[in-house]
């Protein structure tokens, strides 16, 4: 039988989770505002390409930057649990 499990491991994989997550949007936000650049370079910058490119951009910066930063705070965690450097 097995104790309570540890609140602050389950909101350390939450957290991870919703990072990971976090990174996945923002980089895939980053490709689709690549792609629209690029269909504008082709095709001429009219509103649509250009509205859409920087949009996901912004978009994807809001996304990336906090869960590049918890992503790592993660990891320092896990890695100060596994080395006792607290």
């Not at 505002?33 to 978009?59: E, N, Q, R």
């Not at 869960?67 to 006792?84: E, H, L, P, Q």
């Amino acid at each position: 039988m097995t104790g309570p499990a540890d609140p602050v491991l389950e909101r350390r994989q939450r957290l991870a989770r919703l990072a990971r997550t976090g990174r996945r949007l923002g980089y895939s936000l980053y490709g689709v505002s690549l792609a629209a650049f690029v269909a504008g370079f082709l095709i001429g910058f009219t509103a649509g390409p250009a509205t859409v490119a920087a949009i996901t951009l912004i978009v994807g910066s809001v996304l990336l930057a906090p869960s590049i930063i918890i992503g790592y705070g993660v990891s320092a965690a896990d890695r100060a649990d596994r080395d006792d450097d607290w």
